[in-house]
């Protein structure tokens, strides 16, 4: 069965890209799809989740609109925007278009809601002095979906209030949505489109995404399971223990190997399904189900393991710092992360 990529893009880029996709060759399926604006992308998103392998954002604020938001389902994905040397490139095309283009008064709309220097001309001044991509990481990072949600409209203002001033001439576009309010007001624009290279490298770069992940699903997971209090750790607490483990695992319907030792319960499953028991390391039901049960706080700790030994090892660890984080603990290699069962 071949991979599925949706590409989810705006309704400006909707033809374009569609020629683009017409003319490469790609071993998958792909769909394309539109959204409105950027509050509503998370529920494109969310409508094909389920039966998508990975998804071709256009533009790197849409991607992260996607992921300010929390999803039951994620997929790998990447954003479709074009890169720094192609906007360099479009300077370059702009001025060779016209030799007496002033820079100062082209103005590149994504830096518009980042600070005062959005010209072109402070863009290449820029690209001498530092690399610009980790400072426009580090913006968009610091954003919480409400922000994201208000960058069109932001960035639509500021290039009306430019345009009106007679202080621009042109508007080099990443944010192609704000394109119909650009034409409504008669404010000139140029959208360097990506090239079909640039499509399909991000589209080998997803399906490479894609069989990692599926071999990381696939990783061995040792879960251990033992009473908070040591002097409830005893046999009779950990055959209950073991019993509602088993009784979690039937009825989420899940196929596990669980055992008792003499000092704690563990099952033995996969990445894929611990993601499912955590919600992907944001909750931990089974804590909270043994807990419901026994009446006494259970440290639960997650183990992954390029083979089944290193998860036994990882597993031992997680439950250790279980009991010291007060929470549900994985740990992964030499890196732990907390999972707070009490959510």
């Not at 954003?79 to 479009?90: E, F, Q, R, T, V």
């Not at 700790?301 to 036994?312: H, T």
């Amino acid at each position: 069965m071949k991979t599925r990529i949706i590409v989810i893009t705006s309704h400006f880029l909707h033809n374009p890209i569609r020629e683009i996709l017409s003319r490469i060759k790609a071993d998958c399926e792909i769909k394309l799809v539109t959204y409105d604006n950027f509050t509503n992308i998370p529920e494109v998103y969310d409508t094909y989740a389920a039966d998508a392998d990975a998804f071709l954002i256009s533009g790197k604020i849409a991607m992260y609109a996607i992921k300010a938001v929390e999803h039951e389902i994620m997929r790998p994905m990447v954003s479709l925007d074009i890169d720094l040397a192609g906007l360099y490139k479009s300077i370059l095309d702009l001025l060779l278009e016209n030799r007496n283009q002033d820079l100062k008064r082209v103005v590149l709309d994504f830096l518009i809601p980042i600070g005062n220097e959005i010209t072109a001309d402070a863009f290449l001044k820029e690209l001498g002095i530092r690399p610009i991509s980790p400072l426009i990481e580090r913006w968009i990072n610091s954003l919480d979906s409400a922000q994201i949600q208000a960058i069109e409209e932001q960035t639509i203002q500021k290039a009306i209030h430019l345009w009106n001033q007679d202080a621009i001439d042109l508007v080099i576009c990443q944010y192609s949505n704000i394109i119909p309010a650009l034409e409504e007001h008669g404010i000139a624009y140029f959208y360097p489109y990506p090239s079909d290279i640039r499509l399909e490298g991000l589209i080998e770069e997803l399906l490479c995404k894609v069989e990692l992940e599926h071999m990381h699903a696939n990783l061995p997971v040792v879960i251990n399971a033992v009473p908070y209090d040591s002097e409830l750790c005893n046999s009779d607490n950990l055959s209950l223990i073991d019993r509602y483990i088993k009784e979690f695992l039937r009825k989420n319907l899940m196929e596990c190997t669980s055992y008792k030792s003499k000092d704690h319960c563990s099952a033995i499953t996969t990445v894929q399904m611990m993601d499912h028991l955590t919600g992907r390391c944001r909750k931990c039901k089974l804590s909270i189900y043994l807990e419901a049960k026994l009446g006494f706080k259970v440290a639960v700790g997650y183990g992954i393991g390029i083979n089944l030994d290193m998860a036994i090892k990882n597993a031992l660890s997680a439950s250790k710092e279980a009991i010291f984080a007060g929470g549900s603990f994985t740990v992964k290699e030499s890196k732990g992360q907390p999972i707070n069962g009490a959510l």
